[in-house]
């Protein structure tokens, strides 16, 4: 099982401990079996909706940036930034990673819904994009 599940799995693992809540009332909680919560935190899961995910942080109380920092950026994530800078290239990266954490958090206040992942998401995407025709405007 990939790196990533592993990891969320010990999250859950260690927050649902520190919250003293047995496999079985978290289960309960969120909706679904004692045995697939089992398989989460044994990383033998593999298929998640973004809705058991937000339940599984919000019943938890597990930032949203401590979960993706499970995600790989330096390995997953291709782009050139046309430069050699390594300093450059590692702030590119951190940045990216802070704008990750800003999305997921935003996810996670306004619920994890189909609909408001795509409005979140296309809010974004025409920043960026209204960001790259002013800087080609003032060229």
Same mark, same amino acid.
């Given at each position: 099982?990939?790196?990533?599940?592993?990891?969320?799995?010990?999250?859950?693992?260690?927050?649902?401990?520190?919250?003293?809540?047995?496999?079985?009332?978290?289960?309960?909680?969120?909706?679904?079996?004692?045995?697939?919560?089992?398989?989460?935190?044994?990383?033998?899961?593999?298929?998640?909706?973004?809705?058991?995910?937000? $339940? =599984? &942080? +919000?019943?938890?109380?597990?930032?949203?940036? /401590?979960? !993706?920092?499970?995600?790989?950026?330096?390995?997953?994530?291709?782009?050139?930034?046309?430069?050699?800078?390594?300093?450059?290239?590692?702030?590119?990266?951190?940045?990216?990673?802070?704008?990750?954490?800003?999305?997921?958090?935003?996810?996670?206040?306004?619920?994890?819904?189909?609909?408001?992942? $795509? =409005? &979140? +998401?296309?809010?974004?995407?025409?920043?960026? /994009?209204? !960001?790259?025709?002013?800087?080609?405007?003032?060229?």
């Amino acid at each position: 099982m990939s790196k990533i599940y592993e990891g969320l799995g010990r999250k859950v693992w260690k927050y649902r401990k520190e919250n003293n809540i047995s496999t079985e009332n978290f289960a309960k909680s969120i909706g679904v079996s004692g045995g697939l919560v089992n398989h989460i935190e044994n990383a033998k899961y593999d298929v998640f909706k973004l809705e058991l995910l937000s $339940s =599984i &942080i +919000s019943k938890l109380g597990i930032p949203p940036g /401590e979960i !993706l920092p499970l995600y790989d950026i330096n390995s997953d994530v291709q782009f050139d930034l046309g430069t050699q800078d390594a300093e450059a290239t590692e702030y590119c990266k951190q940045q990216m990673k802070l704008i990750i954490n800003s999305f997921m958090a935003t996810i996670s206040e306004y619920g994890c819904t189909l609909e408001n992942v $795509s =409005i &979140i +998401s296309n809010h974004i995407q025409q920043e960026f /994009e209204t !960001l790259i025709k002013l800087h080609r405007a003032n060229r």
